[in-house]
């Protein structure tokens, strides 16, 4: 498979740019407004379009016959070879000038090169590359965008633990917001019956003993002893890594609760064994009363988030800004197939990520013209979580621009201005 995979692109490579990418309509504002709406982008597009916008015109729509891609064939032949798996590494764009409303614009593709096979995070694959250009009526190229996809060999291996929200949350009603608000203050609340003074958890309306409807509450200590456990291995829980203990830990005040002993391996796990509480942070919004050792140090806290643009990625907005870009892949808008295909949600696409990148650049330095913006993908940008973006010059006269998710590095962007940057 290698040598004819080397060959394919030998000869796909010699044809050069290939014509046949359509831009069904010219540059407009209607969708320009629909993108930089559904973007946040409040930067004045009533003449010329957001430059990150250009892959968006040769977007073929819903239901329109997909022009084939120059990579189809290596595409398909790694697919046959067991390299089914697919992601975008890398999303380059040059801008030769600012297109204008109005103004027609064709499309033509590049094959690039395969490189290959190398290891990688994902397993072993191949880098394929290939170059989409836009040009004007009069021949002039506007823009170029590079394209690169890693081919790989599905591992099998356990997925990463999810990140950003934390999927399971406590239902919270009258019965239980005291020891919610407990939580939130640090404090373990046990309910105690106002009238006979007996303790029991989990709360509820009446006291067991005396059918008292009249409650109190105590702060536990928060020592306790390991009555029984579990170690969880199977099935998968959003949220959580197995092996885990699921332990009912009897408090000192006399009554049991149920928590995870984590901060150490869970075969150091015995009945009877002592733990105190610790508060763990689930995720922004979300802390759950947990329990360790009594020896064991307290859990680290997750470093803070760092000051920047923060994007909330709503199911609206990871699905109308794929439409404003007119990308219908389905996972950018079916949860359901998303979660089929092994992610944990929809998540957003390229073309949007791109975009906050030039909006994240352009807000910092209005006026600026922007020559190219070179964007490294990592992570998945899901529903449910927020992209914070960052950054700023860099000491070669470029921009650097990082978004951050729950699960890591969603995107590191160089971004280059036509003018020197001061
Ligand atoms: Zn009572």
Request: hydrophobic share 40%; with cysteine.
């Amino acid at each position: 498979m290698h040598d004819e995979l080397t060959a394919l692109a030998e000869r796909l490579a010699a044809l050069g740019d290939r014509p046949g990418v359509p831009c069904p309509d010219p540059v407009n504002a209607a969708m320009i407004r629909n993108w930089t709406q559904a973007l946040g982008d409040t930067g004045d597009w009533s003449e010329l379009a957001p430059p990150a916008m250009i892959q968006v015109w040769s977007m073929p729509g819903l239901g329109a016959a997909r022009a084939g891609s120059i990579a189809d064939e290596p595409l398909r032949l790694l697919d046959g070879a067991g390299f089914t798996g697919v992601v975008a590494t890398n999303c380059d764009q040059t801008y030769d000038r600012y297109v204008r409303v109005g103004e027609a614009l064709r499309s033509t593709m590049r094959f690039g090169g395969v490189t290959g096979p190398k290891k990688t995070a994902m397993g072993e694959g191949y880098f394929v590359t290939w170059f989409q250009s836009w040009w004007d009526e009069d021949g002039a190229r506007v823009a170029e965008m590079l394209f690169r996809v890693l081919k790989f060999r599905p591992r099998g291996a356990p997925r990463r633990p999810s990140g950003g929200r934390y999927p399971l949350r406590p239902a919270i009603g009258p019965d239980t917001r005291f020891f919610w608000d407990g939580v939130d203050a640090g404090e373990l609340r046990v309910q105690k019956c106002a009238d006979c003074a007996a303790l029991r958890h989990p709360p509820g309306p009446m006291c067991p003993e005396c059918h008292s409807v009249e409650r109190d509450h105590v702060v536990a200590a928060g020592r306790g002893t390991v009555h029984s456990y579990v170690v969880h291995h199977h099935p998968p829980v959003p949220g959580r890594t197995p092996p885990y203990v699921v332990a009912v830990v009897e408090l000192d005040e006399g009554v049991r609760i149920v928590g995870n002993v984590n901060g150490c391996d869970p075969a150091d796990v015995h009945v009877g064994m002592p733990v105190r509480l610790v508060f763990e942070r689930m995720d922004d919004d979300l802390v759950l009363p947990q329990w360790t050792p009594l020896d064991a140090p307290d859990p680290e806290p997750p470093a803070p988030r760092p000051e920047g643009l923060d994007i909330a990625l709503t199911p609206t907005f990871v699905i109308a800004t794929a439409l404003a870009t007119r990308d219908h892949t389905p996972v950018h808008h079916d949860p359901a197939l998303a979660r089929a295909q092994g992610s944990q949600d929809i998540f957003l696409n390229i073309l949007t990520t791109i975009g906050l990148v030039q909006r994240y650049a352009l807000e910092r330095e209005p006026g600026a013209e922007l020559a190219s913006i070179a964007v490294r993908l990592g992570a998945p940008a899901y529903a449910g979580d927020t992209l914070t973006l960052t950054g700023g010059p860099a000491a070669d006269g470029t921009y650097t621009v990082r978004g951050l998710v729950s699960l890591g590095d969603h995107v590191t962007a160089t971004v280059r201005f036509k003018e020197p940057h001061p």
